[in-house]
């Protein structure tokens, strides 16, 4: 398993100096018009978080800032970037380290071109939610995500990002260890790992759910690398495309029987180089592969199939998707009495048909636009 500096000692400084600090009543703050740059954004988050907390929001139109310097949050703070703004590190820079005291939420933003070879662009030692953010080309020798507390993403995008260190440079988009990981509604796109997890790489608690993997490399498990530290839920995730040089190009665990558990159900795994998936797994029914697989899936409704399945493309909804197409085993194959998620990744209904489809993706599903709307 890969050594990992410990973080404790760091960890209990940035919870006394959060805690030091969140003692004001809560403020908002706007970035613009007229300061729309890194200056601006400083100011306003330093106000808003020496308050206690608050909401960013932007009246910048659409907006590039330049991001030098790695900011710290110890209070209540979300980030709104109304879908119209992104910080670039310009290869240079961290964006975020949350402390341990801080609840943080970055909403309809895009993080791009961070670098931080010591560390990570957004490091989370608190509680964050990434809602509609959209990480693109950030690069650590580690992992671009380090997740030490509670981590939740959904209806994002991870695109682009890697952990470039042969031996330490696990999870190119998101490393969680020893933390809790949620993802939701998400998709993971051409990251890579220099070592393990080429999209996620977990010692700890994860689930994942109606969620894409594809393009991402790693030597293994160059979609979801779990360890025999922690345990892992995929539901509804389609797993097809990704490159491991050596074994479990889709997902591998690496705890045997007893000591960490990967349960996967309604999912397809397909197309992956060097085995769709290594390790010990646990089923939960109705998983779709197509070619070799070391996983032993037995449970209900797994089988070897023909899934033909769509390019990466806009099919509706917040994040690109891989839709199953016409003869796909996937379509209907989950009973509709088996169907524990009423939503797909796009948020749209489920079943459609005679069943749910396996996988991310209902074919056939209606978008729903009134849940969609109500987390703008």
Known sequence: MPAYRNPMIHHLVLATAGLLSGTAAAADGVVGPGNCNEAGFDAVLATVDGSGGGTITFNCGAATIAISGRKQIANRVTIDGGGTITLDGGNGSAFIQVYASAEVVLKRLTLAHGVFN?????????????????????????????????????????????ATSATLGDGGAIANQGGELRVMGSTFTGNDAGHHGGAIFSTGSMTISNSTFTGNDAAAGAGVYQTDSGDATL???????????????????????????????????????????????QSAGYNLWSGSTNCALSGPGDMQASLPIGALANNG????????????????????????????????????????????????????????DAFD
Do not use: K, W
């Open 118 to 162: 010591a560390a990570h662009a957004l490091e989370n030692f608190g509680t964050l939610s990434l809602d509609r953010v959209r990480m693109l080309d950030n690069v650590s020798s580690e992992s671009p995500v380090m997740n030490y507390g509670s981590l939740s993403v959904r209806r994002s995008t991870f695109s682009g990002n890697a």
């Open 235 to 281: 539901t509804h995730v389609t797993i097809v495309s990704n490159n491991a040089t050596q074994y479990g190009g889709g997902v591998y665990n690496e705890g045997s029987s007893g000591t960490s558990t990967l349960t996967i159900g309604r999912s397809i795994i397909s197309q992956n180089t060097n085995g769709n998936c290594d390790g010990v797994l």
């Open 317 to 372: 909804g917040p994040t690109s998707t891989m839709l199953p197409l016409a003869g796909s085993a996937a379509i209907n194959h989950v009973p509709n009495g088996q169907c524990v998620v009423p939503l797909d990744q796009r948020d749209a209904s489920r079943p459609s048909g005679a069943g749910c489809d396996s996988g991310a993706v209902e074919v056939g599903g209606v978008l729903d636009l009134i849940f969609f």
